[in-house]
């Protein structure tokens, strides 16, 4: 009987301890899921600021001061917002340009965040981007 109730006492260990793992590997899967979604969320913001810096044709971008600040959400994916910022880095020729009339190339830092319910950001991506631009340049 004592060896009885004993093997029974290991066992319900046994199971708690599985309840408890598969538990905590449940919240393992969720937070990568979660993870993963948010980073594919900030990855399309940058991609909507190449999209937007695409609509100034060949002119070169006229940001004030070279900036598209955060500005609450720019996008909305999978019912997440996202927003992104766009830098002006600089710009040099572009090669196999040359003479007054001629290419270059404008280079800006672009961030783009996915935001939570909040406001908050979740997910960060970093990129730069290179856009041609032609023109008069001195």
């Given at each position: ?34 993870y ?47 927003d ?20 270059k ?34």
């Amino acid at each position: 009987m004592v060896i009885a109730l004993m093997l029974l006492v290991f066992l319900t260990i046994i199971g708690i301890s599985a309840i408890n793992n598969s538990r905590m590997e449940s919240n393992i899967t969720r937070n990568s899921q979660i993870y993963k979604r948010d980073f594919y969320v900030a990855d399309s913001g940058w991609r909507a600021a190449a999209m937007n810096l695409q609509d100034f044709g060949l002119a070169f971008p006229n940001y004030p001061n070279g900036v598209k600040a955060y500005g609450g959400p720019d996008g909305t994916l999978n019912n997440i917002d996202y927003d992104y910022q766009t830098a002006f880095w600089g710009d040099q020729r572009a090669a196999g340009s040359s003479g007054a009339i001629g290419c270059k190339d404008a280079i800006f830092d672009v961030n783009s965040r996915a935001l939570n319910a909040d406001g908050n950001p979740t997910q960060v991506v970093n990129t730069r981007l290179v856009k041609l631009c032609c023109g008069s340049y001195n």
